[in-house]
């Protein structure tokens, strides 16, 4: 056996025996055979077909004859993929909330909140409201109102929060709306919606909501992220960055990661989210690292502006179909600049979500400016490269200028290539055709900087092999179609990429993103023997079956966390 992993806090080891013997005990020495092994193409065992795990890592991988395997098993072993931008606390949320996804009228709507009150008697109440997540109003022809919640006599009176499909507006009932000041004040950087009613209140101005929501307490909490790793785990995830948890939070998921109980079983490398988003909260957080890999606090998650679909995205010039608005900053750019500095000079990964194209260059002028401050001796570049990692997150769309500066400073870009797809019935008209062309949804000219690929999960299906398949066809992985009329083949089909740098983008580059590549995203000796076990070679599928890939198996240091019935 290996030495309990420890909990480094602040340069504090405490050994936790209980972690060590939850995902080594009974592991060690174990091999096991496929009908092939997907090892790095550079390794020097391409046709590997079995390797051994021994304290929770791989040991010894390589090409066996047939009378030298033991355990051999059906299928063949991927590295575990890991998502680079999630959120496991609201996915969990979402996965006991109304799904509203694809909901193309109010009477869909109302139906699945009913269906949902059905099978949850109770709910709705002022201590648990009714969430949910998926509205869209360019397919509800429209921006919702509360009066529109209240057309069914079950509806009347509940408690009502449903997020929109980016999760950067909400939609609220009469009753919440009677929790809340008669005359709400314009609030920078969010917008209240007004007309054709109230009831949408759309980033900053969402903040005015959830002061008055009762949050789930650490019970309901605890029981979210397990429902969300076992789902995870079903579709091939070993671990994700989690792209913004609160104090309280993060202090929740030490809790269960280093609790034999608890049913934590993902690798999470969790962004600090500060209480009041877009400040400076060092003293609320605390370092921690988990030598077995569960659990990683070291970056923080900034916010520069809103989501592209509520014209939220700050943008440069107007927008094309709203040419009296470029959208909002969520804070302004010198404050962008001062916290990057100062998070920076505190130890964090500096990780700042941008969208917009102004967005974007706000971000990367302010992390420049934490850069100068961290490496004033040091090539920008190479100290970026080596030890800060600074990320932008989202990275939609990027002025020809400020792409080429990204790469001058080796800034990651952080993307999910299912948002291109989604977003693609709509983008041009936002954007306009030159802004798409030159600037929107950049995946093959950013491969060298090694982007991060991820969902954004609960705003996209949390399914890797989605995201994969979009990547690579830039077409819808629901439909197998692409999104605008004339779209032919896929949207922007000149930014996809090839299906080994999809599998990099969902394997080895989250771990590079979140400096675990030593040890993560990879079959190799030394590395945590993480791996999925799929029915085919990815390699040998038809394009189009690789969005109904289904996983047989999911491993997370040499301990099996999913089995397909």
């Excluded at 999760?167 to 009932?173: D, E, G, P, T």
């Amino acid at each position: 056996m290996s030495p309990h992993p420890p909990i480094v806090r602040w340069g504090l080891v405490l050994p936790l025996a209980a972690v060590a013997l939850a995902f080594y005990l009974g592991l060690d020495d174990q091999t096991y055979c496929y009908q092939g092994v997907k090892t790095p193409a550079w390794s020097e065992t391409p046709s590997a077909n079995c390797f051994t795990v021994q304290d929770g890592k791989f040991f010894d991988v390589s090409a066996r004859a047939q009378a030298n395997q033991v355990n051999v098993q059906q299928g063949f072993a991927y590295p575990g993929l890991w998502d680079g931008h999630g959120h496991l606390l609201q996915y969990g949320e979402f996965l006991h909330s109304v799904d509203l996804f694809g909901s193309e009228s109010f009477d869909e709507v109302r139906g699945r909140l009913l269906g949902y009150l059905d099978r949850n008697p109770g709910v709705g109440g002022k201590d648990e409201w009714v969430r949910g997540i998926g509205w869209d109003q360019m397919a509800l022809g429209g921006m919702p109102t509360a009066d529109m919640l209240e057309s069914d006599p079950r509806l009347q009176g509940l408690y009502i929060m449903l997020d929109r499909v980016d999760v950067h507006c909400i939609w609220v009932s009469k009753a919440v709306l009677a929790l809340l000041p008669d005359d709400i004040p314009d609030i920078p950087g969010g917008e209240i919606v007004r007309h054709p009613g109230m009831g949408v209140f759309c980033d900053n101005a969402m903040d005015v909501v959830m002061a008055v929501w009762p949050r789930p307490g650490p019970e309901k909490k605890k029981e979210f992220v397990r429902s969300a790793m076992k789902d995870l785990h079903s579709v091939g995830l070993v671990g994700m960055h989690d792209a913004g948890v609160m104090p309280d939070d993060l202090k929740l998921y030490e809790e269960m990661a280093t609790s034999e109980e608890d049913g934590w079983t993902a690798r999470v490398y969790a962004m600090v989210e500060c209480k009041e988003r877009n400040t400076f909260c060092p003293d609320d957080v605390q370092k921690v690292e988990l030598d077995n890999g569960l659990l990683s606090i070291r970056s923080v998650k900034l916010f520069a502006d809103g989501a592209l679909g509520s014209w939220g995205s700050a943008m440069i010039e107007p927008y094309s179909d709203r040419p009296d608005t470029t959208g909002s900053l969520l804070v302004n750019a010198s404050t962008l600049t001062s916290l990057a500095r100062q998070w920076a000079a505190a130890g964090y990964q500096v990780n700042i979500h941008a969208i917009g194209d102004l967005a974007n260059r706000l971000a990367i002028d302010a992390m420049e400016a934490a850069l100068k401050d961290v490496c004033p001796k040091d090539s920008l570049l190479a100290c970026q490269t080596a030890a800060h990692r600074f990320r932008i997150e989202h990275a939609q769309i990027i002025h020809p200028d400020d792409q080429a500066r990204m790469f001058e400073l080796g800034i990651i870009p952080s993307i999910q290539p299912t948002h291109a797809t989604s977003d693609s019935a709509y983008a041009g008209l936002r954007l306009g055709e030159e802004r798409v062309k030159t600037e929107a949804y950049r995946m093959r000219s950013v491969w060298g900087l090694g982007p991060v690929l991820g969902s954004d999960f609960p705003v996209e299906p949390a399914n890797p092999f989605a995201g994969i398949y979009a990547a690579v066809t830039r077409r819808k992985p629901d439909t197998g179609t692409a999104g605008p009329p004339g779209s032919g083949e896929g949207w922007c089909v000149d930014e996809a990429l090839d299906l080994e740098q999809a599998l990099h983008g969902f394997t080895a580059a989250p771990a590079r993103g979140a400096f675990l590549e030593e040890v993560a995203g990879r079959i190799e000796k030394g590395m945590w023997a993480d791996w999925i076990v799929l029915d085919e070679r990815l390699e040998d599928m038809e394009v189009d079956d690789i969005r109904r890939v289904r996983v047989r198996e999911t491993w997370v240091g040499g301990r099996r966390v999913f089995k397909r019935e």
